[in-house]
């Protein structure tokens, strides 16, 4: 069998990375072989979100969409496209019309996101909004022959177009983030850990009067990876450092806390809370905002806390500071969830019984 990937980013998208990439090798070994083909290429993907180099962009964004016409006229080779979030980043569907009705190909359609809900870009502001059309997901949703959702709020969504819905998290290989090292205790100066991107960065203002209080006792450092900008909160030390994809576990391993703030609205509620899926994976104890999927992952004082008032959060932080017996509790119980419901090994062989089923 062969499956014809689109995605709309390059494998430094944690997207394509987690929900398409890692699932190759075992897709390989049921004999289901994949081709990818990203709208954007690596070089793109990181100049997008970068002012400047606009001429440059736009030739880039040109020769993107001409190649989706090319996988258009190439998808007669495959059993089954597999198109995650959008096709390409703006217009209509018109790529998804051509390889269903032009093409002839079953299209398995995947998403993670609430990529239905009208969502401003911090890079290029509502335009971006109208020029993705964010409506266009529910004729996706009506052509395709399987949808794949990330979470039971975005699955509720696409049932009212499609029957045929399947919920795949957004997991990760569970052998692969674990360490001897991680979960250890912190001593010294204590490390509370963000991992993110420029889009979730705005996220981190909901912890700065937690953060300010808590450095005003005690000694930690605020490691912020791949924000995309400066992150400075009065009277914190903050150490910023770029997203590297190499590095991307081994810093994950660093953090003697991990935080996932969000705020409760539309787009945050499609959210698959890949972050606390990270954090609990490598042995690291995770605070997160009661919002959306972090509520079905994360059980309160088992395998992690909930914080949503400034107190909360302040709460959170002292208890695994001052409570090691709740912190190995939480690091354990964490490990454990992931392992058996969000890991790479439990969800692969769901993801190659479904492509298998739409091209019978």
């Known amino acids: 069998m062969k499956v014809l990937f689109l995605p709309p980013n390059p494998i430094e998208a944690a997207n394509t990375r987690y929900r398409i990439h890692q699932y190759l090798p075992y897709l390989a070994s049921r004999g289901i072989e994949g081709t990818m083909a990203p709208f954007l290429t690596s070089e793109l993907f990181l100049q997008l979100y970068r002012p400047g180099n606009t001429l440059r962009k736009g030739m880039g964004i040109v020769r993107a969409a001409l190649g989706r016409m090319r ?14 979030r959008e096709a390409m980043l703006f217009g209509p569907p018109v790529i998804e019309w051509a390889l269903k009705n032009l093409a002839g190909r079953p299209i398995v359609f995947d998403f993670d996101d609430a990529i239905f809900e009208s969502y401003v870009s911090p890079t290029y502001g509502r335009l971006a909004s109208l020029l993705k059309s964010p ?44 360490s001897s090292g991680a979960g250890r205790p912190p ?29 005003a006792r005690r000694a930690v450092l605020f490691r912020v990876i791949g924000a995309g900008r400066e992150i400075r909160i009065p009277g914190v030390e903050v150490e910023n450092r770029p997203w ?19 705020v409760d609205d539309a787009w945050s509620r499609g959210k698959c809370a890949f972050k ?31 914080a949503g008032a400034t107190e909360e959060w302040e709460a959170g932080f002292a208890a695994l500071l001052d409570r090691p017996a709740l912190r190995d509790q939480l690091i354990e119980a964490g490990r454990e969830t992931i392992r058996a419901q969000y890991s790479l090994a439990v969800h692969a062989p769901r993801l190659a019984a479904i492509l298998t089923s739409v091209a019978a």
Request: proline share 4%; net charge negative; no cysteine.
């Open 71 to 84: 996988a258009v006229l190439q998808a007669g080779r495959y059993d089954a496209v597999f198109v995650s």
């Open 187 to 215: 001593t010294g100066r204590t490390v509370i850990g963000w991992i993110g991107s420029h889009s979730t960065a705005r996220y981190l203002d909901l912890l700065a009067p937690a953060l300010q209080r808590l450095a």
């Open 135 to 178: 409506a266009k997901t529910y004729q996706i949703f009506s052509m395709s022959s399987h949808i794949i959702a990330g979470n039971e709020y975005l699955a509720s969504h696409a049932r009212r177009y499609n029957s045929n819905v399947t919920i795949v998290p957004t997991v990760v290989d569970a052998d692969l983030y674990s």
């Open 276 to 306: 606390a899926i990270q954090y609990m994976a490598a042995g690291v104890p995770v605070i997160a905002s009661p919002v959306g999927m972090t509520q079905e992952i994360i059980t309160h004082n088992r395998n992690g806390l909930l």
């Open 244 to 262: 590297r994809m190499d590095s991307e576990i081994e810093d994950l391993h660093g953090f003697d806390i991990g935080v996932y703030p969000i």
